[in-house]
């Protein structure tokens, strides 16, 4: 028989496993699943899929939808365990069939002429390079040659590809004293509290959703969008991508392109990091630019036994590198990007544990369309927060304003291709279903509270429940992952 996938959340937030849950259930990529005194990969996804199979699907909801602050689909829960039970949102079962299997690897669904239509009309731009290792993060049987031909970052850290058309990765940014505040892996259903946190602190960001990860949570997806927070892509199932053929490469990146709220975003992060010039060209022409980093807190990495054991105190200590940087000058002509995670109790925790730190070590905290003056974060023209300055003098004290000079060529926003094709409307939830005995479960959540102090860090008085303030007007509503057609 099988069983709940996490049986209770102990005081520091984190899934308690008995020994049966330790064999059978794994790591729903690196998102989830952090499971104390146990080994595994990050790229040992999918143990308990087998047993499950999905019952939900996508609804597009047409302009100006409300939603009452009496409806109980708004997830007004107290405590963090119980915003992560899983939800059953109505409008669900109607585009199951337009998408791919959550947390499986995409693929161009048999019949979509459109997603066929559009793979013809990039294909041609896509070099003839051969997949690297599996889509697992498997690279012991692939032989690459030092001269990094396809700039691939997982082996070289390469960001300028110098293959034409395709534009460098950003790994900075271009303004001084500025941190590109962001956080990948999301939604989590247990964020609130760290989202009440950031709207407490008046604090923008930019959020990398997985797309599955979107359609198992999608009432807390849309409210990145309705605090206002910028959204990238981090791809459909969070492979290696590397490792996926190219027709898969894009499937991942097209199934997952349109997510919340009817805009298409112009950004994406490779899962890991792992991106050569086949991967970038496809994202390229689906209009999205790659975006990487060169600051990594290696927040996920704690209690996995990986990273050769990364502890708190050493994420700590990458923070505390960050900052000493900051404090001694080297972001005086150029800005940073610090790779965290909106992952689990303890990222999350670390956010808030150093958020006044990183504040007041920079001299702006923005999201990563700010930094790079791109008013433009959607194709759609809505969503802007506009560019650095105006965004600064509305969000912090008087001078911290842009004085940037042009930075070099990868420190510098270019706008990708628009997308042309017609843009379909779709979105909603996804539940899954236990097809043993009809218990609905998820990949066990790691639930974030902060009303208890992690670590020294604050203690925010959010209790972790969105707040509805009366209707929410939103521009395409609850529906939130919509395929670009």
């Known amino acids: 028989m099988v069983r709940s996938a996490y049986s209770h959340v102990d005081r520091s937030g ?29 790229l040992d996804y999918y143990g ?19 939603l009452a602050g009496s409806n109980p689909q708004l997830i007004l829960r107290e405590h963090s365990d119980g915003q992560c039970k899983p939800y059953y949102y109505a409008p669900v079962n109607t585009h199951l069939a337009s998408f791919p299997t959550i947390w499986e690897p995409a693929y161009i669904l048999r019949g979509d002429t459109n997603a066929e239509d559009k793979w013809d009309s990039i294909k041609h731009n896509v070099p003839n390079i051969s997949t690297k290792g599996t ?33 460098n990765d950003i790994a900075s940014v271009p303004e001084p004293h500025t941190l590109a505040y962001g956080f990948d892996d999301g939604p989590n259903c247990s964020h609130n509290a760290f989202y009440d946190y950031l709207v407490a602190e008046g604090q923008k960001a930019t959020m990398f959703y997985i797309g599955s990860n979107v359609m198992d949570w999608p009432l807390e997806a849309q409210r990145a969008v309705s605090d206002g927070h910028e959204i990238c892509v981090h791809t459909w199932s969070h492979r290696y991508m590397t490792g996926l053929g190219s027709r898969e490469v894009f499937a991942e990146l097209y199934y997952t392109i349109k997510l919340v709220a009817n805009v298409t975003p112009t950004c994406w992060r490779p899962p890991f990091g792992d991106v050569d010039n086949r991967v970038r060209a496809i994202a390229h022409g689906l209009g999205l630019r790659t975006i990487l980093w060169k600051y990594d807190s290696n927040d996920w990495k704690v209690g996995t036994g990986l990273g050769e054991g990364v502890s708190s105190e050493k994420v700590d200590a990458n923070y505390e590198h960050l900052i000493g940087e900051a404090e001694r000058g080297s972001f005086d002509t150029g800005g940073a990007i610090l790779l965290a995670h909106e992952l689990n109790n303890f990222t999350m925790s670390e956010a808030v544990k150093y958020y006044e730190r990183l504040k007041s070590s920079f001299k702006n905290l923005v999201p990563l ?42 420190e510098t926003f270019t706008e990708p291709p628009d997308p042309t094709d017609d843009q379909q409307l779709g979105g909603g939830g996804v539940g899954a279903e236990d097809a043993v005995n009809g218990t609905r479960i998820y990949g066990p ?30 521009a395409v509503a609850v529906a939130v992952l919509v395929v670009f057609f």
């Open 14 to 42: 984190h899934a308690s496993l008995g020994s049966w849950q330790r064999g059978s259930v794994r790591a729903v990529g690196h998102m989830f699943a952090i499971w104390p005194h146990t080994a595994m990969s990050p």
């Open 369 to 410: 369309a700010v930094a790079l003056n791109n008013t433009h974060p959607y194709v759609e023209d809505t969503g802007s927060l506009g560019d650095f300055r105006e965004y600064t003098e509305a969000h912090s004290p008087p001078g911290s304003v842009s004085n940037a000079t042009p930075g070099p060529d990868d």
């Open 135 to 167: 889509p697992n993060g498997d690279f012991s049987k692939h032989h690459y040659p030092e001269t990094d031909d396809d700039c691939w970052w997982t082996y070289s850290k390469c960001v300028n590809p110098k293959l034409d058309g395709l534009p």
């Open 445 to 474: 959540p790691m639930p974030f509270n902060v009303t208890e102090n992690h670590g020294g860090g604050s203690t925010s008085s959010a209790k972790g429940r969105m707040e509805a303030q009366g209707p929410i007007l939103v």
């Open 48 to 66: 308990s899929r087998r047993c499950i199979r999905l019952v939900g699907g996508l609804l597009g909801l047409n302009v100006g939808l409300a």
